[in-house]
C-alpha cells in the first residue's frame, strides 16, 4: 500500500497525507478552477514534468474525425497534425487505449485517449525515459482528468472550435454543431455514437439523445432543404422535442409537440422527417415512431438481420394523425442503426442511386470486427462516403445505438 493510501489499525486515524498522485491530481483541479482555457496547456506540462515527462501534446480531433490537431499553448509541444488512420496517436484514438512507442533516444512516447463519458475529445501524448505500471495507472487518470477540463471549459472558449476547423464552415453547419449533444456516449448497459457528414457544412440533419434513469431518448431529425432555412428548422424541431421529452409525455405526444412547434413557426409547406426512439435499458425493449424517416437496420452478430418496418406517420410539420408506436425486444449486443436519406439518395459516378442494399452490403462488410461503437460508427461513415464516390451533396448523417445487456 503506497504511501498516502495506508489506514490505521483500531483507535488509529487514517494517514491522509498527501501523496504523489494525489499532489499531481489536486494541482490539477485546484489550479483549474478558474484558469482561462488558454493556460490549460501549461498546467498539464507542469503536471507531466512531475512525473519527468516531456513534449506534452493535446490532440484534438477535427470536426470531420480525419485529423488530430495539436493544441497551442506556453507548455505543449507544437507538431504537425496526426491522421487518424496511420498514425500512433491515431491508434490510441481508434482504440480508446493507449499506445507506447520506443524512442530512439531509448525513451518511450505514450498516447493516451482523452474520454469524456464515452466521448472522444482527442489524445495526450508525453515522453518518459521508461514506463511502468505505476505511470500508466497515473498518466491514465491525468488523460481522463485532462478530458473532463477540455469539456468544461469548452463551453466558454473558441480556442478549440478553432483548433478543430480544417476547412471553412458554414454558418448552417455551426448552428447544427452547436445544438449537438456530444457525438458519442458511452455505459455498461447502452453505449451510443453518431457522426454527420458533410462535417464544414451540414445543414438540417441532426440528433439528440438523453439516458433518464433506466431509459434511453433518442431522436434524429432531416429538415427539408439546405442552408440557413434547414438548420433553423431542425433547431426549432430538437428543441421542440427535448422540451417534450422533459416534459415526461410519451412517443406520441413527442410527434404532436414536435409537429404544432414546425408547422407554426413555418407554415405547411415546411416539414422535418423524424424519428423518435426510446430504449429500456434494462429490459431491451425499443419503441420508436417513424415520421417519414428511412427505416433503421437491427444489426445483430455484426450484419444487418432487418430493417425495422413499422407504420409510419407525416413528417414532422404537416399535422398527422396520432401515430402507431412499432417495438421491437433487443439481444444484448444488438446495435441500430438510424440514418437519413441523405446516406442511400446520393449517385454514384455512373448516376445511379446508392440504395439501402448496398448500404445493408456495406455495414455488412464494414461491422465485422468487435470494436467499439464510436470507431464503428466513424468507419461506417468514412467507408460509406468512399463507397459514393468521396463527396456528399446532401447532409448524411448515421447515429448507432448498442443494447449491451441488463447487467
Known sequence: MTHGEARGGEGTAADRSEGLGERLLGTLLDGGHELPPYRLGALVARQ???????????????????????????????????????????????????????????????????????????????????VDDDDRRLLRRLAALVAD??????????????????????????????????????????GLAGILEPAYDVAGDSFDYALNGDELHVAMVDAMGHGLD????????????????????????IYAFMDRAVAEQFGPDHFVT??????DTVTGRLQWVNAGHPAPLLIRGHRVVRRLLGPTTLPV????????????????GDRVMCF????????????????????????DGLERTPREIRSVARSLSHGLKRARGGSTSDDATLLLVEWRGPG
Not at 51 to 73: C, F, H, K, N, S
Not at 161 to 190: K, N
Not at 230 to 253: E, K
Not at 347 to 355: I, K, L, P, T, W
Request: charged residues 25%; without cysteine; proline residues 7%.
Open 317 to 332: 410539420g404537416f399535422g398527422g394523425h396520432e401515430p402507431l408506436i412499432s417495438e421491437v425486444a433487443l439481444a444484448p
Open 48 to 130: 507531466v514534468a512531475a512525473l519527468d515527462g516531456r513534449e506534452a501534446t493535446i490532440l484534438l480531433q477535427d470536426y470531420g474525425q480525419t485529423w488530430l490537431v495539436p493544441l497551442p499553448g506556453e507548455g505543449l509541444a507544437a507538431g504537425e497534425p496526426h491522421p487518424i488512420d496511420g498514425s500512433d496517436a491515431g491508434r490510441a484514438f481508434r482504440d480508446t487505449q493507449p499506445v507506447e512507442v520506443p524512442q530512439a533516444d531509448g525513451g518511450v512516447r505514450v498516447h493516451l485517449p482523452l474520454l469524456d463519458g464515452g466521448d472522444q475529445v482527442g489524445v495526450m501524448a508525453v515522453t518518459l525515459d521508461a
Open 149 to 190: 477540463m477540455l469539456v468544461t471549459k469548452h463551453a466558454y472558449t473558441d480556442l478549440f472550435f478553432r483548433v478543430r476547423r480544417r476547412e471553412p464552415m458554414s454558418v448552417a453547419a455551426e448552428i447544427q454543431w452547436s445544438l449537438l449533444p456530444p457525438l458519442a456516449m458511452s455505459t455498461p448497459r447502452v
Open 230 to 253: 434547414a438548420a433553423t428548422m431542425a433547431t426549432v424541431a430538437i428543441g421542440a422535442y427535448r422540451h417534450a421529452r422533459r416534459s415526461d409525455v410519451g412517443l406520441a405526444g
Open 340 to 363: 437519413t436519406d441523405g446516406l442511400v439518395e446520393e449517385r454514384d459516378a455512373r448516376g445511379e442511386e446508392f440504395g439501402e442494399e448496398r448500404l445493408i452490403a456495406l455495414v
Open 274 to 279: 423524424a424519428q423518435m426512439m426510446r430504449l
